[in-house]
């Protein structure tokens, strides 16, 4: 088997390994996925027509803040099993930072290879900041189970970055990227 090949299945096989080790944790300790709770009950919200404010959830009393269009965009998560929806948060919170980590390389002028990709995205998968309040600051390893924002902001950045001519974006670049969150 030629070596590229072998880092290839390596990279992918370390990958999915930290992913399931991930999920083995998430499920044994009961993680919580705050955000992820929020986002849906917005969603349920918007599919039931009731009142997208009046309510919190989760045993931290979290309101709902985001505005209706943002809401209408978590209708789908209303409609998901829960452990089906945590992972599919999780593998999209893995697939935004490896986007970021792509995104990165090529402005810097270089090119990531898949099994570096997939090597780093696993390694780097603890890494993803979140900060809330006092009571809701995480562990390190509950980190990629918050919101996908701080991978979101900056690889919307990267792609702007990367598709304008020069290497100073422009604000109106950096206003619409931001505008998501």
């Not at 404010?53 to 989760?58: P, Q, R």
């Not at 900041?129 to 950045?157: I, K, M």
């Not at 304008?164 to 990227?177: H, K, W």
Request: hydrophobic share 55%; aromatic share 8%.
């Amino acid at each position: 088997m030629p070596p590229q090949t072998v880092r290839k299945r390596t990279a992918a096989l370390l990958l999915a390994l930290s992913l399931a080790a991930f999920a083995a944790l998430c499920v044994l300790q009961h993680a919580p996925m705050a955000d992820l709770l929020v986002y849906r009950a917005e969603g349920a919200a918007v599919a039931h027509g009731t009142d997208l404010y009046g309510f919190t959830v989760t045993r931290w009393r979290l309101p709902a803040t985001y505005p209706p269009f943002a809401a209408i965009l978590f209708v789908p998560a209303a409609w998901l099993p829960l452990p089906a929806l945590k992972a599919a948060f999780l593998a999209g919170n893995a697939l935004l930072l490896a986007a970021l980590i792509a995104l990165s390389a090529r402005l810097a002028g270089r090119t990531v290879s898949r099994p570096l990709l997939g090597t780093a995205t696993a390694l780097f998968l603890r890494l993803v900041p979140h900060e809330g309040a006092r009571d809701l600051r995480l562990p390190w390893w509950q980190q990629p189970l918050a919101s996908p924002y701080p991978l979101l902001g900056p690889a919307l950045v990267a792609a702007a970055a990367l598709r304008a001519a020069q290497p100073v974006l422009s604000s109106a670049r950096i206003s619409s990227a931001s505008t998501i969150r």
